[in-house]
């Protein structure tokens, strides 16, 4: 897998939600900025959290469901990291 970077705020449960489900999959390396602790970070995400970013190049992945289960959203960081590995 890769490392990732998960921007959140404190209280929003889609953030806690989905880092609760990334916690689980192996392999993977996760990094969680609370976006109220920088000022570009609030100012770029306030409106967007949960944000999901490759830390190698902080470019930010499609918005998972809410809704998606442990097993899709690894399948749909395999089939984005591994696209983004072959540019």
């Known amino acids: 897998?890769?490392?990732l970077i998960l921007y959140s705020k404190p209280?929003?449960?889609?953030?806690?939600?989905?880092?609760?489900?990334?916690?689980?999959i192996e392999g993977l390396t996760?990094?969680?900025?609370?976006?109220?602790?920088?000022?570009e970070w609030f100012q770029a995400y306030q409106y967007e959290v949960p944000v999901l970013c490759?830390?190698?190049d902080e470019k930010p992945l499609p918005r998972p469901s809410p809704?998606?289960?442990?097993?899709q959203l690894q399948q749909m960081l395999q089939k984005y990291l591994s696209a983004s590995e072959a540019e």
Do not use: Y
């Open 67 to 71: 809704r998606a289960s442990v097993s």
């Open 1 to 3: 897998m890769n490392s």
């Open 54 to 56: 490759r830390l190698l």
């Open 30 to 39: 996760l990094e969680i900025r609370d976006i109220t602790t920088r000022d």
């Open 11 to 24: 209280g929003c449960h889609l953030c806690e939600g989905l880092q609760e489900k990334l916690e689980q």
